[in-house]
């Protein structure tokens, strides 16, 4: 159930915390309620404990692919600094993902980087999207160095830190209420 008074938080913490994980947890815990969940989350690709690729995973629907690797490869033709190499028909199907996204009630993006705010590259059609303010609830992932670029790009209700994220089922079903602008915050 999409409103006017959507919200848009910005959830953001160094590397190796937890975002991509409470990503998943939110919009699993938001499907069992019956919401309509859509975005894209980017969950890392680990072999023998290193990390080595990065998936794109469609909410709407459960598509994945391979998005990056941090080794030369033909089929990841787009070199994005030293360490990654993107795959350019990733990328166009992430943004085909964004595009069809909306409207829903919980929007996601996982991440949005110097990619997207330097160099206007990768999910492209995510600045569209958020801005439409077409869902109920809209939850970005920015890197820390990059929440004042966000923030001047669109309105964002808050920020949100993963540490602080209920650890029960229970705590955050309410948790997405209140992210929601439905009921108010615990005392």
Same mark, same amino acid.
């Given at each position: 159930?999409?409103?006017? /008074?959507?919200?848009?938080?910005?959830?953001?913490?160094?590397?190796?915390?937890?975002? *991509? *994980?409470?990503?998943?947890?939110?919009?699993?815990?938001?499907?069992?309620?019956?919401?309509?969940?859509?975005? #894209?989350?980017?969950?890392?690709?680990?072999?023998? $404990?290193?990390?080595? =690729? +990065?998936?794109?995973?469609?909410?709407?629907? $459960?598509?994945?692919?391979?998005?990056?690797?941090?080794?030369?490869?033909? %089929?990841?033709?787009?070199?994005?600094?030293?360490?990654?190499?993107?795959?350019?028909? $990733? #990328?166009?199907? =992430?943004?085909?993902? +964004?595009?069809?996204? &909306?409207?829903?009630?919980?929007?996601? +993006?996982?991440?949005?980087?110097? &990619?997207?705010?330097? %160099? $206007?590259?990768?999910?492209?059609?995510?600045?569209?999207?958020?801005?439409?303010? *077409?869902?109920?609830?809209?939850?970005?992932? !920015?890197?820390?160095?990059? +929440?004042? /670029?966000?923030?001047?790009?669109?309105?964002?209700? =808050? #920020?949100?830190?993963?540490?602080?994220?209920?650890?029960?089922?229970?705590?955050? %079903?309410?948790?997405?209420? !209140?992210?929601? =602008? /439905?009921?108010? @915050?615990? @005392?």
């Amino acid at each position: 159930m999409v409103t006017s /008074e959507s919200r848009l938080w910005i959830l953001s913490a160094p590397s190796g915390a937890g975002k *991509t *994980t409470l990503c998943r947890r939110l919009a699993a815990t938001a499907q069992a309620l019956g919401w309509d969940v859509a975005g #894209l989350l980017t969950p890392a690709v680990f072999d023998e $404990g290193a990390k080595t =690729g +990065i998936d794109v995973l469609a909410l709407r629907g $459960g598509a994945t692919r391979r998005l990056a690797a941090n080794a030369p490869d033909p %089929r990841f033709d787009f070199p994005v600094g030293r360490q990654w190499y993107f795959d350019r028909a $990733g #990328l166009e199907w =992430g943004n085909a993902q +964004i595009d069809h996204s &909306l409207p829903c009630d919980l929007f996601m +993006i996982d991440e949005l980087g110097p &990619l997207e705010f330097q %160099r $206007g590259q990768g999910w492209r059609s995510a600045f569209p999207a958020l801005s439409s303010r *077409t869902f109920r609830l809209g939850v970005v992932v !920015v890197r820390p160095d990059l +929440i004042p /670029e966000a923030q001047q790009r669109f309105p964002v209700f =808050g #920020l949100i830190d993963p540490s602080l994220a209920p650890s029960t089922d229970a705590g955050l %079903r309410r948790w997405l209420h !209140v992210l929601a =602008g /439905e009921v108010a @915050p615990l @005392p």
